[in-house]
Nanobody, 128 residues
Framework: QVQLVESGGGLVQAGGSLRLSCAAS????????MGWFRQAPGKEREFVTA????????????DYADSVKGRFTISRDNAKNTVYLQMNSLKPEDTAVYYC?????????????????WGQGTQVTVSS
């Protein structure tokens, strides 16, 4: 079992930045590909970004939704058992609850069904 806890959400003005963290306990995150998803009010959960696990595919280490490419960056620190989501140039449409998730897949996957463990989420609100 892996327990995931997100932090770093909050209220920020458009154009600002936030860094979300996802800390894991129970098992080493190095064994998992990690993803970030988000869900805005009244909308379905959507893929944001993912990063392959250690030893995973060397050809596609990360993937990003088109809506966040060039603004968001996913990274991982296996020594700290933590995954990060750096969000820059935030827009009001980025407002959502952000969830991190862990998958045993060796490749980067963009569908929520591929992920085995989920955090509780952290709220990000971007004001215009």
């Amino acid at each position: 079992q892996v327990q995931l806890v997100e932090s770093g959400g909050g209220l920020v003005q458009a154009g600002g930045s936030l860094r979300l963290s996802c800390a894991a306990s129970g098992r080493s995150l190095s064994s998992y590909s990690m993803g970030w998803f988000r869900q805005a009010p009244g909308k379905e959960r959507e893929f944001v970004t993912a990063i392959a696990r250690s030893g995973g595919s060397p050809y596609r280490r990360t993937d990003y939704a088109d809506s966040v490419k060039g603004r968001f960056t996913i990274s991982r620190d296996n020594a700290k058992n933590t995954v990060y989501l750096q969000m820059n140039s935030l827009k009001p449409e980025d407002t959502a609850v952000y969830y991190c998730a862990a998958s045993s897949s060796v490749v980067v996957l963009t569908t929520s069904e591929a992920y085995d463990y989920w955090g509780q989420g952290t709220q990000v609100t971007v004001s215009s």
